[in-house]
């Protein structure tokens, strides 16, 4: 009952604040919900910790892009596209990748997210280059592109809901756990990591494509980049909270309702030097979440909850 | 002495062996003429010198990997508030970047000492889903290293223009890039008195212990707390003279730090975890392949040289150079 009223609560959203600078920070949290729930599924769940993320977003905002300028094909096409290529892409950097363990394994993933940044870069021919790839936006209004990542955003959580649900999720939290023991009891680990990768790395596309659709400019400093893709869905991923479904919904609303909170200066309330440091105080959260709430807003919220109504009574049993 | 002659001759092929062996390939192809054979030289100086600030870098790095274990993402952005801190003595102060090594060394060892105690000590141990915990720490760290700075200072580009940025001594036809030689010599002195301290002295030997066995080192009485973050001050310290080191020869913005931490990861993973002369070794060969990049495919790829390391160490040797070098 829960998700159902939280979707129609954001259907009618837009329609209830109907200004362009809103609508804008809706999407834009919504996009991040797909991302961080993707990262979310491949490191909270199956426990591989990837900081390269922004290889599969790049990779759908240049199908996208590239769909475009070189075929002449309508970017929506992008959107189809956008998250096979972005799974291709997964099973060969999961081919290199997933015989590493941990902290390799993150590194790994930087690297690959790195050496695709610096492929758009160069292979100007191709990419564009630094130049980027610009495109006519179909939409005027920002209402039809809202529904549409809202769709992708529902379809994402769903999904992620149903293979946590199912023996799939098992699988994937059994390999967080102890992969040798997965292995051991004859789960084929390197097959459900995989598909794993290629969920997370389908709906990542996805939204990269969608990226491109709705701003109708990328280029590889902004979708290929280390800072502002792939560590900010892990951050979205630790402040919501890893292994939980709503756990990154919480912290997309969370990263970029602060950060725009701080950007304002609380809406134009606090002096002017506050909005020099949206991102500090976006960066300082992020530290004392994993000080004291390690598990995330949605993980933590018992522990929350014990402090907010510590004045309860408890009952001794 | 075996061991010397193993990794002195590993480093002769690695650094000078194999980029000849390319011209020469090259030469026999006919893509290359003698004059690639002069440009193949000074491009392997200016990799050696800039190959030791690396080196230094890396030393840092390891050392941190060595006894906390953990990868020190941060370590980047250490290097770029040590640059800040350099700058801010250059202008306000008008001293010389090397000579503000002597400040930027216990400036930046005291605010690694404050992260180590306050941000990373509570986080050993802790029960949690993912157990990468540290690393995002450093992430977060990073970040808001990062964001000070740039709360500070701005994102404007700063420089430091000393009276020798410009000039170079030349050895025969090859030139030796004045500050990047200083640079060189000063990190040389450095590292080798982390090598006197970490063998000589107390200190150093528990460092060494700590790094090979935990809970022997504690066994021996050796204060586990107190050692981890002091071996997370001292990286850094190394870290921040790397980067006073750096300031003459580079641009200065708070978004500085990311490629540094991405080398001086290579250069640990090229050299083996934990092993400083592996981190010595990768730094340089790290400093000598970019600058092969650069030179001979173009400087666009130049940070993708590190990656490809990267990649290859971890997938077809994965010990590092420690499996070569044995130390």
Redesign the interface.
């Known amino acids: 009952m829960g998700p159902i009223f939280v979707f129609i609560l954001a259907a009618v959203l837009p329609l209830v604040v109907n200004h362009d600078y809103y609508q804008h920070l809706m999407i834009l949290v919504l996009i991040w919900v797909v991302i961080g729930s993707s990262w979310n599924l491949l490191a909270g769940y199956t426990g591989q910790v990837s900081f390269g993320h922004a290889a599969f977003f790049g990779i759908g905002a240049y199908t996208a892009g590239i769909l475009n300028t070189k075929l002449a094909l309508s970017p929506w096409w992008g959107m189809a596209f956008g998250g096979f290529t972005a799974i291709i892409l997964g099973v060969l950097i999961g081919y290199l990748c997933f015989r590493l363990r941990g902290p390799y394994f993150a590194l790994a993933t930087l690297a690959s997210g790195e050496i695709l940044r610096l492929i758009a870069n160069n292979w100007t021919d191709f990419t564009e280059g630094m130049v980027g790839i610009l495109i006519m936006q179909t939409f005027v209004s920002k209402l039809p592109y809202y529904y549409i990542i809202l769709c992708i955003a529902a379809g994402c959580i769903g999904v992620i809901y149903l293979a946590m649900n199912s023996k799939l999720g098992y699988y994937f939290v059994s390999i967080r756990e102890d992969q040798d023991a997965a292995a051991s009891l004859g789960i084929n680990t390197t097959l459900y990591k995989n598909v794993s990768l290629m969920i997370s790395s389908f709906f990542t596309g996805t939204a990269g494509a969608f990226y491109m659709n709705y701003m109708g400019f990328i280029d590889p400093s902004v979708v290929f980049s280390l800072h502002h893709i792939s560590i900010q869905a892990i951050l979205v991923g630790i402040i919501g909270g890893v292994a939980t479904l709503w756990g990154p919904a919480i912290g997309a609303l969370v990263m970029v309702g602060i950060q725009e909170l701080f950007r304002t200066a609380v809406f134009g309330l606090a002096p002017k030097w506050v909005s020099q440091g949206h991102a500090l105080a976006f960066g300082l959260l992020v530290v004392l979440t994993i000080l004291y709430l390690s598990n995330g807003l949605v993980g933590d919220w018992p522990k929350i909850k014990k402090v907010l109504f510590r004045k309860a009574p408890q009952e001794t049993s | 002495m075996l061991t010397l002659a193993r990794i002195l001759i590993v480093a002769g092929l690695i650094l000078v062996g194999v980029p000849y062996m390319l011209v020469g390939i090259g030469m026999v192809m006919g893509t290359m003429g003698m004059n690639d054979l002069f440009q193949m030289t000074q491009t392997i100086v200016i990799g050696i010198l800039i190959g030791g600030l690396y080196a230094l870098i890396g030393i840092g790095m390891t050392l941190i990997m060595g006894v906390m274990g953990?990868?020190n993402l941060a370590h980047g952005q250490i290097l770029m508030t040590s640059m800040y801190v350099t700058f801010v003595s250059f202008k306000y102060f008008g001293l010389d970047p090397y000579v503000s090594i002597l400040i930027s060394m216990p400036c930046l060892f005291l605010v690694a000492l404050f992260i180590g105690r306050y941000?990373l000590d509570?986080?050993i141990g802790?029960e949690?889903?993912?157990?990468?915990?540290q690393?995002?720490?450093t992430?977060?760290?990073g970040?808001?290293l990062?964001?000070?700075m740039?709360?500070i200072f701005?994102s404007n580009y700063q420089s430091v223009r000393t009276s020798y940025a410009n000039k170079a001594y030349y050895i025969g036809s090859v030139s030796f890039n004045y500050p990047l030689t200083i640079a060189f010599f000063i990190a040389l002195m450095l590292t080798v008195g982390l090598f006197v301290f970490l063998m000589k002295t107390d200190i150093g030997r528990a460092i060494r212990a700590t790094a090979q066995d935990k809970e022997a080192a504690t066994l021996m009485g050796i204060p586990q707390r107190k050692i981890t973050f002091s071996t997370y001050a001292l990286g850094s310290a190394l870290d921040a003279a790397a980067g006073s080191l750096l300031l003459p020869v580079y641009y200065l913005f708070p978004?500085l730090g990311?490629p540094f931490t991405?080398k001086a990861?290579v250069i640990t993973?090229l050299g083996g975890l934990g092993s400083t002369v592996g981190a010595i070794l990768g730094g340089l060969t790290l400093g000598v392949y970019e600058s092969l990049g650069a030179t001979f495919i173009?400087m666009?790829?130049k940070?993708?040289v590190g990656?490809?390391i990267?990649?290859l160490v971890?997938?077809f040797m994965p010990g590092g150079l420690k499996r070569v070098t044995k130390i």
């Open positions: 953990i990868i941000l509570p986080l802790r949690s889903i993912l157990p990468e915990n690393v995002l720490m992430v977060g760290i970040l808001c990062t964001e000070i740039r709360f701005t978004d990311g991405l990861f993973i173009s666009g790829y940070d993708a990656m490809v990267f990649l971890l997938t």
